[in-house]
Structures are given as structure tokens and as C-alpha cells.
């Protein structure tokens, strides 16, 4: 069992930055990959970034790249999301989530966050 939760969030103004966190709990957390998502209102919940058990691996939606930064400490039981040159539309509510399988879909994601709202104004 892992128990994700976010933090982080807030009010940026377009072309600021934010660190979303993301802590988890059990001894497992190292052999999960681990993934950002986010959902705007209105909206379905789309992919953000991905990074491997071992950190040496990331994966960015096209969206973000060169923008979004995902990295993850094991000892810390920590995920993080840096997250500059923020638009207005990144706007929406950030999810951590926690997989066995490497890029896996959406719905095979095992344990989610509660989220983090992040709101970017122009």
C-alpha cells in the first residue's frame, strides 16, 4: 500500500514557476514508477511527466517539455515537479500517482493523490 500527497500549489502569475511534492508513505516507494497528471475543469485528466524506479529515466507530455522538470529521491520518499515558464493553461488540479509498470495508461496507475490545485494568471 502506498498513500500518496501532494503540495505545493498556488496562485503564479504566467511566466512564474512552482515545485509541486509529492511525499509518500510505505517501503515500496522505490519500485514504482511514479507519474504527474493534472485535469482542468471541464476537462479529462491528462499525462504531465513520468519517471523510472531508478530516476534515470523521465518522460514529458509535449506540452511541457523543456518546461517541467519531474525528478524523485527515493531516501525521501519524494517525487517532485518543477514547473517554470508557466501558462495559463497549466492551469489545473496536479495528481501524483504510483505504478508497477513503466508508462503505463492512466488507469493502470495504482494508488493516486488527493491533488494540488495550480493556477496560472495572465
Known amino acids: 500500500q502506498v498513500q500518496l500527497v501532494e503540495s505545493g500549489g498556488g496562485l503564479v502569475q504566467a511566466g512564474g514557476s512552482l515545485r509541486l511534492s509529492c511525499a509518500a508513505s510505505?517501503?515500496?516507494?522505490?519500485?514504482?514508477?511514479m507519474g504527474w497528471f493534472r485535469q482542468a475543469p471541464g476537462k479529462e485528466r491528462d499525462f504531465v511527466a513520468a519517471?523510472?524506479?531508478?530516476?534515470?529515466?523521465?518522460y514529458y507530455a509535449d506540452s511541457v517539455k523543456g518546461r517541467f522538470t519531474i525528478s524523485r529521491d527515493n531516501a525521501k520518499n519524494k517525487v517532485y515537479l518543477q514547473m517554470n515558464s508557466l501558462k495559463p493553461e497549466d492551469t489545473a488540479v496536479y495528481y501524483c500517482?504510483?505504478?508497477?509498470?513503466?508508462?503505463?495508461?492512466?488507469?493502470?496507475?495504482?494508488?493516486w493523490g488527493q491533488g494540488t490545485q495550480v493556477t496560472v494568471s495572465s
Open positions: 500517482a504510483a505504478s508497477r509498470s513503466w508508462l503505463a495508461p492512466l488507469e493502470e496507475y495504482d494508488y
Open positions: 510505505g517501503r515500496t516507494f522505490s519500485s514504482y514508477a
Open positions: 519517471i523510472s524506479w531508478s530516476e534515470v529515466i523521465t
